[in-house]
């Protein structure tokens, strides 16, 4: 229990916290029956409560009521229900044991309705510190679930973010889509697609010292030293693609679920490198050591060139899901680690760990820290931009999500991350804050 207090602690207080909308977004790995029945006789009192608490994956409180109608009013659903509550919350061998005893039922949940089932909306600024030089971005996200079959379930989204900065702007948007399928013995699979498409253009300085001498054939000969500043102007237009194709398997072990993340990255940029120099300075004439005479120096030019990049990055990553009750309320912890690696011989590591808990009927709150290796796109395909011109370093965000009805929720979240210029390698900080409209359909 220390250990557990200790872990949460360590999450809410860290000087940074990031929300993830994967705990809001994706589904259980089992199947749960969506359907709140409403009961009009007293003796199912219990069972009403406890299917509701069930809806709620307050499982633990809900196991006290439906034992309780169980034992007063046996049947099949109130069996089932019991039977899901004991085995969500990783009581594998109570639940293998009721179900054995009660042998007269099926435990079968209803078939689930095909069509959609949720739609969500989420907006909100990230705001630079310091905004002068950098800019804050402005992105909005929309998609949702539907119901294929039985086992599967497609979640799309679509999302727009745009960022102006001082020389510059960039502007982007995605498409993302998983098909999240149950297999038999508690194993799942939820290949996705993840492609973005970003426009930008970037216009920037740099500044360095000219010096060079040139020496005429005159008897003495004179020669003439150079010494001047040179200001480049780089204009950087251009495009650039990402596709993200992911295989997440995974498969729960009593109150474990273990998975593997395999997955690979194609970034193709394409952009025009144009740039104008401008130098000024003075020219000093020398003979016999002597400095003759002082004049101004003055240039001009400029030049360009096209060019494509292309970049294969694979990806492996293995994560643990661990669900548990604390103080009788549903807590979830994941962590996960990844290696990524491109062909240009490029390594690194990144990690992913987070936890949901559920305070109350009416309230949940997540928490999440991602610390990435330098690369530019996210590491979690599901809702995350990446940034064509900063490394995202790393996340950490808290949200709370309350449920005022059953069918809409607001989430709420604040989000801090670093990230790092291309450029000059400085650290750029962006908090934001944003809302999430769930709603059930």
């Known amino acids: 229990m220390r250990v557990i207090l200790f872990i949460i602690a360590l999450t809410l207080i860290g000087a940074d916290i990031r929300a993830q909308r994967d705990y809001l977004l994706q ?10 029945r409403s009961f009009n006789n007293k003796k199912h009192s219990s069972a009403s409560q406890g299917i509701y608490l069930f809806q709620k994956k307050d499982y633990a409180r809900a196991v006290k009521y439906l034992e309780r109608a169980f034992n007063e009013h046996p049947d099949e659903e109130a069996a089932r229900y019991l039977f899901y509550a004991l085995l969500y919350q990783g009581q594998d061998l109570e639940a293998a044991r009721f179900r054995l005893e009660n042998q007269r039922y099926t435990f079968a949940l209803p078939s689930a309705s095909k069509g959609p089932e949720s739609v969500y909306a989420e907006f909100g600024p990230r705001v630079a510190v310091p905004p002068d030089t950098v800019g804050n971005m402005y992105y909005a996200s929309a998609g949702g679930f539907i119901r294929l079959t039985d086992k599967t379930r497609i979640w799309q989204a679509v999302s727009y973010l745009r960022q102006d900065f001082n020389l510059g702007r960039y502007q982007q948007g995605e498409y993302f889509a998983a098909l999240h399928t149950s297999l038999p013995d508690r194993w799942m699979i939820k290949p996705s697609l993840h492609y973005i498409y970003t426009g930008f253009t970037t216009l920037y300085n740099t500044n360095r010292e000219v010096s060079y001498t040139d020496t005429q054939g005159t008897t003495p000969p004179t020669i003439y030293r150079t010494v001047a500043d040179q200001v480049i102007r780089y204009n950087n237009p251009g495009t650039a693609h990402y596709l993200h194709l992911s295989l997440p398997v995974s498969k729960r072990i009593h109150a474990f679920t273990l998975e593997v993340l395999p997955s690979v990255q194609l970034i193709r940029n394409k952009y025009r490198v144009g740039y104008a120099y401008t130098t ?12 003759k005479g002082t004049s101004p120096y003055y240039e001009t030019g400029s030049g360009g060139y096209d060019t494509t990049e292309l970049s294969l990055i694979g990806q492996l990553g293995a994560g643990a899901t661990w669900k548990l ?7 979830t912890l994941r962590a996960a680690a990844f290696y990524l690696f491109d062909f240009n011989g490029e390594k690194t590591t990144a990690f992913h760990a987070g936890l949901t808990y ?11 820290w991602m610390a990435k290796g330098g690369l530019p796109f996210s590491l979690d395909a599901e809702g995350q931009y990446f940034n064509h011109y900063h490394r995202i370093r790393n996340r950490e965000s808290i949200s709370v999500q309350l449920f005022p009805m059953r069918q809409f929720s607001p989430l709420f979240t604040y989000q801090y991350e670093q ?22 359909l």
């Not at 000024?280 to 400095?291: F, L």
């Not at 009750?325 to 807590?331: G, I």
């Not at 109350?360 to 999440?368: D, E, I, N, R, V």
């Open 419 to 440: 990230q790092e210029r291309f450029l000059d390698k400085s650290k750029l900080n962006y908090h934001s804050i944003y809302l999430t409209l769930k709603y059930r």
């Open 280 to 291: 000024t300075g003075s020219t000093d004439s020398i003979r016999d050591h002597e400095i």
């Open 27 to 36: 589904p259980e790995p089992e199947v749960q029956d969506d359907t709140l």
């Open 325 to 331: 009750s604390l103080a009788q309320k549903m807590l």
């Open 358 to 368: 559920y305070l109350h009927k009416h309230c949940w709150l997540y928490a999440t």
